[in-house]
């Protein structure tokens, strides 16, 4: 019962952590820090797949506060070598905790004096180069280069290696300069909607659009584009259909849309973009 509640807590933590960008542990591949290791971020936290670990952690860490950008309070260095990935050290603020607290924590993982992540199966995501895209929210980035590193009981079983880019046009996300659909001159600019389409929305202010599902093919085009539109009348929320077609066509006639080819695929941010309009009939 106390591990399920501590694994809600975690839970919490690392949902709040994901409301700002977060630092990364720091992992060497193929060696160590010291040892010929070629140093990658890694976009996640291990220790945080088992959650007694995680309590006996929080408890050994110093007593100082925490930043928005690490919300963990710690920086992890990790390596993998002959196919195995070890946890190397632990920093606050810059300070290594001690060998014999790491030991203590970790004591179930050691082999001889090196502590293997045997309590982590899964995958993670490790990055460095440029950074090609970047949301101020948890690790919602993605470098030049990445991998995609699976383990079981922290043995690595797969490896995916891919090397990321972005093509620029038109974009509404606020990573690099983009349109911004939030100014109404703007906005009335790249959706000149008239309203006297629509008879049954006469008396209607507002309407709310958001793009629910959106994908990109190599050279920009919008392929796919699905549009939910929305307005409030008698306190209730109704979808208005043809409203929503009429965006969905605009969206898919510019030409051509930022694209970012990431992990092998093609995408764009586009998907979740709100665009509120104000209606006026004549």
């Known amino acids: ?42 976009l996640g936290k291990p220790i945080y797949n088992d959650s007694i670990l995680t309590k ?46 790491l030991h203590r924590i970790f004591r179930k993982y050691m082999d001889g004096n090196r502590i293997v992540a045997t309590w982590f199966t899964g995958n993670i995501r490790v990055g460095k180069g440029n950074l090609v895209y970047y949301e101020h929210m948890g ?48 906005r009335n600019k790249l959706f000149p909607i008239h309203p006297e389409r629509y008879p049954d929305l006469k008396g209607v202010e507002r309407i709310r659009t958001i793009v629910m599902d959106a994908a990109v093919d190599s050279t920009g085009h919008l392929v796919k584009c699905k549009v939910k539109a929305t307005f409030e009348r008698n306190g209730q929320k109704v979808e208005h259909p043809a409203f929503a077609a009429e965006i969905e066509e605009q969206l898919k006639a510019y030409y051509p849309w930022r694209v970012y080819f990431i992990n092998g695929e093609f995408v764009s941010h586009i998907k979740g973009t709100v665009i509120p309009f104000r209606l006026y009939f004549k």
């Not at 992890?76 to 190397?88: C, F, G, P, Q, V």
């Not at 280069?145 to 009981?153: G, M, N, V, W």
């Not at 079983?157 to 038109?170: P, R």
């Open 56 to 101: 006996a952690l929080e408890a050994s860490l110093p007593k100082k506060g925490y930043v928005t950008s690490n919300w963990s309070g710690y920086t992890a260095y990790w390596s993998i070598a002959n196919n195995k990935l070890y946890l190397d050290n632990i920093c606050c603020d810059d300070s290594p905790l001690p060998s014999e607290t």
């Open 139 to 186: 690790y919602t980035r993605n470098y030049e280069e990445e991998q995609i590193i699976s383990l079981s009981k922290g043995k690595v079983t797969d490896v995916k290696v891919f090397h990321n880019y972005m093509k620029d046009g038109l974009s509404f996300d606020n990573f690099r300069p983009s349109i911004d659909i939030q100014d109404p001159e703007v």
């Open 1 to 42: 019962m106390k591990r399920h509640i501590l694994g809600i807590l975690t839970l919490f933590i690392s949902l709040a952590a994901f409301a700002t960008g977060q630092d990364g542990d720091v992992i060497y591949i193929n060696g160590s820090e010291y040892i010929n290791g070629t140093k990658w971020t890694l």
